[in-house]
């Protein structure tokens, strides 16, 4: 089963389209049927994939057509804006009570995260605003849930109140908020066991709690990877308890997080924080924007085509980028690059924000950890400041000595030093405005060299022909998103110079 | 005959239902209670009578029938409102169709093929009126269900006698490993083996303190390991100590991960090949666990759990919430695992081996 992007769906079901001014109600009606199987395929549940496109549909025929976007990029616009909107415009804080303590409780299904959730969030509340939290374990039902919670609380040298496994949760809570009076703590978290919005009793319990804790803050915890269900189990929490805000975790997956759209138009409460990762700190606040390119699985083209609306005059910068073009990229540029790629995140996830690489199969092939930009690195870091300006330098003799300052084989210093050049030769095209996309694209992927990094080259051979964007639209904002990229390694270079003056 | 006439027949055999359900409870118990008579006959001699087993899983059947009744119901629901709008057969009729087999978490592609072919299937028959086109519809279904599982597996493979049997369990965070692997060694120290279990999560908090809780309530062995060492060390100890101490069966624990964490894939390969070195025809089970709430990612999560591990079964768990698990088809059609378990409860008797024809009778009763 082959998931293809929206992107290429929307174009594909709009080929007939370019060069028309406007959009006509049955090309409408095409696109929106694409729009809606992402949806799904994308897990947002049915009945809000629906009302979702019958919103998108007026506004998509009441709208004019805006100056430099063609139908298709005028679509995936309000597709977004409406997604974006539909998330909550913005990411909305933490609840906070006027007198302390600030009382947050968890509810949630089994497994969704929420003992993680809580540590993650009350050392996140310990580090920004030096908070001194306290952590009630009321899991009593689930072996070892209470010493998960007290390892992680040892981990962070934050308290945790227990009362063994064999005390009603109701009074294990109202006993934690004593102490937590008496120790002056101000934010109590409530960790709760793990329970199926239909168990009436282990419900009951929920609710009891609440109103012995009065929270300020119902935290449903719901796991990302979550399908068609997430409305069901979001309504149910939030029917016997008014949840006051969402967490939802498991992001850092290759899940296309539907469910988020779901629960946020059934319950009508903001996500308020993702979980992106196992370690403590990998906890971020929502953000709506980041979320609708995901569920719509076009990576970042949708922040590109704001961009394009901005930069009226593309013509013009690329003029100025002509201007700045120097044909001297050199290893100081190499490790900039690398640094911006490693701040960036994980290579896949950058591919993958390459219009038309979300999901293209190709891309499990390419594997580059962040070993392998260390790697990198470590071989640029061994050259002398003079062979970092100048790659001709590099003798035999120099990469043999290039290798045992880094500890890596000759063979992966040549490999390294060849990617180089590839990247200068891409530099140079581009920057004299030649190299059209598919070339210039080719020419950076085989610049990430990926035999170096450990994936096949013929395979990333292979996922050219499939890549969508040949002139057109797309070809358009990626030719774009190149140029910017370039732009600002010019930038960082002229920057580097001026220090060393 | 095929699975749809069984299931016509299991119909009819439900108004002598004292009879049926015995009937059940020896199908499920086959597989099992073969297993158990060598063990009795070869270890011990009638010291773990059969009869506690038995009323054991009988009591299991009722829970798969209780946990299931939500599931089940809301996916009856849904398609008896879906044939109350019923009009006529026609494009819309086929849209709709589609999007409750989506709702059901069964998957785009899959919900458009076998709408496609119920249009054909219902356009060669003339089927006009609601009935006709409703036994079309199931019949189908259940047809292609049947067909995707076609020469499937989903007994539970043991160790030649003499050698443990080592099962490895595997999955995304928060599927329910270390309850799955609590229940199960439940199930096989009733029937009289000698379980051991290795806490080879060395990653998560609390987790050894899970399954170290489990070991006690299930009165099984425990090997575990320091907090953040190498899992492979755990599994290494605990295959040396079942070999050595003759343990008929081992579950291996493992930390929950996200199949796209390459890191994560790699250290689990390794606790394979560990297993493997010391053990070549082990592990005889590699069960991916998966959370039946879980949307389209579950087949991702099935594919490259599959490439890493060559996961060789799979545990549904959660099932007794209202989710429908509609992915189990998808998974079916696309990769060829067998369910081989499904969890329904938190209860240590919430267990049950997952039985494909009472699957979808389960799901289709109501509407045959």
Same mark, same amino acid.
Request: proline share 4%.
């Given at each position: ?501 | ?204 908090? =609390?987790?050894? %303190?899970?399954?170290?809780?489990? $070991?006690?309530? /299930?009165?099984?062995?425990? *090997?575990? &390991?320091?907090? #953040? ?113 499904? =969890?329904?409860? %938190?209860?240590?008797?919430?267990? $049950?081996?997952? /039985?494909?024809?009472?699957? *979808?009778? &389960?799901?289709? #009763?109501?509407?045959?």
């Amino acid at each position: 089963m082959a998931f293809e992007n929206l992107t290429s769906r929307i174009q594909t079901a709009m080929k007939n389209l370019s060069g028309k001014g406007k959009v006509s109600e049955g090309d409408l009606d095409e696109t929106l049927r694409e729009i809606r199987l992402a949806l799904l395929e994308a897990d947002v549940n049915l009945k809000i994939a629906r009302s979702f496109i019958a919103q998108v549909r007026e506004k998509a025929l009441g709208a004019k057509v805006l100056e430099g976007l063609n139908p298709s990029e005028q679509i995936i616009k309000i597709v977004n804006d409406q997604l974006t909107d539909m998330m909550g415009a913005q990411a909305v804080p933490l609840n906070k009570s006027p007198k302390i303590p600030t009382v947050i409780m968890m509810a949630g299904l089994q497994g969704a995260g929420k003992t993680t959730t809580v540590a993650k969030l009350a050392n996140k509340l310990k580090n920004d605003n030096h908070a001194r939290p306290l952590l009630i374990a009321a899991d009593v039902y689930r072996p070892a849930a209470i010493e998960q919670l007290q390892t992680l609380g040892r981990q962070l040298s934050i308290p945790v109140f227990d009362e063994g496994t064999d005390v009603d949760p109701r009074q294990i809570v109202k006993d934690g908020l004593k102490q937590a009076d008496q120790e002056k703590n101000d934010y109590v978290f409530i960790d709760t066991a793990g329970r199926l919005q239909i168990d009436e009793l282990l419900m009951q319990e929920l609710k009891d709690i609440e109103k012995i804790a009065k929270p300020d803050e119902i935290l449903l915890t719901v796991d990302a990877m979550t399908g068609q269900n997430a409305t069901e189990t979001a309504q149910g929490f939030n029917d016997a308890l008014g949840i006051t805000g969402v967490v939802l975790t498991k992001l850092d997956g290759d899940t296309r997080g539907g469910a988020a759209l779901s629960i946020r138009e059934v319950t009508g409460k903001p996500i308020k924080f993702v979980g992106e990762g196992e370690k403590v700190t990998d906890l971020d606040v929502f953000y709506p924007d980041r979320m609708a390119s995901r569920i719509l699985g076009m990576g970042d083209i949708l922040s590109l085509i704001e961009k394009t609306q901005k930069d009226v005059d593309a013509k013009q910068a690329a003029a100025q980028l002509q201007k700045l073009q120097e044909n001297s990229f050199d290893f100081n540029d190499f490790l900039d690059q690398l640094k911006q790629v490693q701040n960036m995140g994980p290579m896949e996830d950058m591919l993958k924000m390459i219009p038309g690489m979300a999901n293209n199969p190709a891309l499990a092939q390419v594997q580059v950890g962040p070993k392998d930009f260390a790697h990198m690195e470590a071989i640029v870091y061994s050259m002398t400041p003079a062979e970092r300006l100048d790659p001709e330098l590099l003798s035999p003799a120099r990469r043999r000595r290039i290798a045992a300052g880094s500890g890596r084989p000759v063979i992966d210093v040549n490999k390294m030093i060849k990617q180089f050049k590839q990247m200068r030769q891409m530099m140079y095209k581009f920057t004299n405005g030649k190299g059209g996309l598919p070339a210039g694209m080719e020419d950076m992927l085989s610049g990430v060299d990926p035999s170096a990094l450990g994936a096949d080259p013929a395979q990333m051979g292979g996922m050219m022909p499939s890549f969508p964007n040949q002139g057109g639209f797309g070809g358009k904002v990626a030719d774009f998103a190149m140029k910017r990229a370039f732009k600002k390694i010019q930038k960082a270079k002229k920057k580097r110079n001026k220090r060393r003056k | 005959m095929s699975l749809f006439d069984r299931l016509l027949g299991r119909k009819k055999d439900e108004e002598t239902p004292q009879k049926t359900f015995l009937g059940k409870v020896k199908d499920a118990l086959a597989p099992l209670s073969a297993d158990e008579d060598q063990t009795l006959a070869e270890n011990k001699p009638a010291s773990t009578p059969q009869k506690p087993a038995e009323s054991d899983s009988a009591s299991s059947e009722d829970h798969y029938e209780a946990g299931l009744t939500k599931t089940r119901s809301s996916f009856a629901e849904k398609f008896q409102l879906l044939m109350a709008n019923f009009r006529a057969v026609d494009e819309n009729f086929f849209d709709e169709l589609e999007e409750t087999l989506i709702a059901a978490d069964v998957g785009f592609e899959i919900a458009l093929k076998i709408s496609d072919e119920l249009q054909d299937e219902v356009r060669l028959k003339n089927a006009t009126s609601k009935k006709e086109v409703q036994e079309t519809i199931i019949e189908k279904l259940v047809d292609v269900y049947d067909r995707a599982g076609n020469g499937e597996d989903n007994s539970m493979h043991m160790a030649a006698a003499g050698n443990p049997s080592v099962f490895l369990f595997v999955g995304v965070n928060g599927v329910g490993k270390t309850t799955t692997i609590g229940k199960m060694a439940q199930l096989y120290r009733q029937q009289g083996k000698k379980v051991l279990l290795a806490a080879a999560d060395t990653f998560r908090a =609390g987790a050894t %303190e899970q399954l170290v809780e489990w $070991a006690k309530r /299930d009165q099984v062995d425990v *090997v575990t &390991g320091k907090e #953040k060492s190498d899992p492979a060390a755990v599994v290494f100890d605990a295959v040396k100590r079942a070999v050595d101490q003759h343990y008929d069966i081992l579950f291996v624990d493992t930390a929950g991960r996200l199949q796209n964490n390459e890191n994560l894939m790699r250290e689990l390969e390794k606790m394979k090949k560990t297993i493997t070195r010391q053990l070549p025809e082990a592990p005889q089970e590699v069960l991916l666990v998966l959370d039946a709430t879980t949307g389209q990612n579950a087949l991702q999560q099935a594919r490259l759990f599959k490439d890493s591990t060559d996961v060789t079964g799979l545990v549904l768990t959660k099932l007794d919430g209202t989710a429908k698990g509609g992915i189990v088809l998808a998974i079916r059609q696309e990769l060829h695992l067998p369910v081989k378990w499904v =969890g329904l409860g %938190e209860k240590v008797t919430d267990l $049950a081996p997952f /039985d494909a024809d009472q699957f *979808v009778y &389960g799901l289709f #009763k109501d509407l045959i």
